[in-house]
């Protein structure tokens, strides 16, 4: 398989029932990933863990982008029916990916993604790895079409707030608020957020089978919320 048509697989993952099993033919290249040169210069399972783990201390302590945002999307991961291989660019990316909030907001994405490059390089892995790693990383820009099938995963997965039920939502709303615009008021940040949800689009078929239909019950609720019939 070419890495062009193993980048296009990776749009098609989702998890199955409990009861299915996982179609090896419809994952990524299972060669893609951490290949043998990676073993070779001793990138391990502990190597892994030691970067999670400087990877979340370095997360912010923001209202809503910190360590505990970065380890519920780690969650998420875990529960995708991919391959080893897919599932390890992707918690590599959702380690970094909000790194950059350290500096703020603005042009955290691209920041997030020279840090994950920098790291990834000194612990030795893969050119390839790291190019999907940081891809991934950088289509997670509010609003950007992802290139790639991993950066829609992860994009997808990095809103899947936007489809918690009512409560959990304004909860993670709120503190967006207040990380964010915290002088405005409420209903103007309600009004504003109804327009952040009707205007986004889940980009992958993980996004549209687990939050699509989730999303677009919060935005009948925001609905309410502002007033608008």
Known sequence: ??????????????SPPASSTVDSGNCADRSE?????QIELGI???????MRDWALDEMPENPYHNRTHVETLL???DDLAVSDDDREILRLATYFHD????EGAENHEERSAEVAEERLSNEGYDDKTIEKVSDAIRDTELFKEPETGFGAILTDIDTRNFAYDWEEFKQTALAVKEEEDPDS?????????????EAHSYHSEVGQKRYASGKQETIERLKEEVGDD
């Open 33 to 37: 990933g951490v290949d043998t040169e």
């Open 185 to 197: 008021s409420n209903d103007d940040w309600w009004e504003s957020t109804l327009g952040l949800l």
């Open 75 to 77: 969650s998420e991961v």
């Open 1 to 14: 398989m070419s890495d062009e048509e193993s980048d296009n697989e990776i749009y098609a993952k989702v």
């Open 99 to 102: 790194i950059g909030y350290r």
């Open 44 to 50: 391990s399972t502990d190597s892994e863990s030691e």
